[in-house]
């Protein structure tokens, strides 16, 4: 199993800025892509952010240009810088980690798809 622990939520006002942190830890034995995602209430999960192995990048429409994602893969530790917030990016931040298969092992350990706890990301007007 895969262990991600999201931080860095909170209240700001419009026009500020946040940054979330996520730290993976426990059974990780490549990781493929790590993300953001958000839902606020009465919509669905979407997109924010997503970093894959290779340092490719991409964004929801929404946040480009105002978000960035980086990573420390030292860490296993995913970034998501949020300037220019505006009260519309208020949400459950989800932190996302997608794993290949094992090499030698695929039956046995399968790719698989972990999701964080959220944190709260309230902007205010």
């Known amino acids: 199993q895969v262990q991600l622990v999201e931080s860095g939520g909170g209240l700001v006002q419009s026009g500020g800025s946040l940054r979330l942190s996520c730290a993976a830890s426990g059974s990780i034995r490549s990781i493929y892509a790590m993300g953001w995602y958000r839902q606020a209430p009465g919509k669905q999960r979407e997109l924010v952010a997503r970093?894959?192995?290779?340092?490719?990048?991409n964004y929801g429409d929404s946040v480009k240009g105002r978000f960035t994602i980086s990573r420390d893969t030292a860490k296993n530790t995913v970034y998501l810088q949020m300037d220019s917030l505006k009260p519309e990016d208020t949400a459950v931040y989800y932190c996302n980690l997608d794993q290949r298969p094992s090499v030698l092992y695929p039956a046995l350990y399968p790719a698989s798809n972990y999701w964080g706890q959220g944190t709260q990301v309230t902007v205010s007007s």
């Open positions: 970093i894959y192995s290779e340092g490719i990048t």
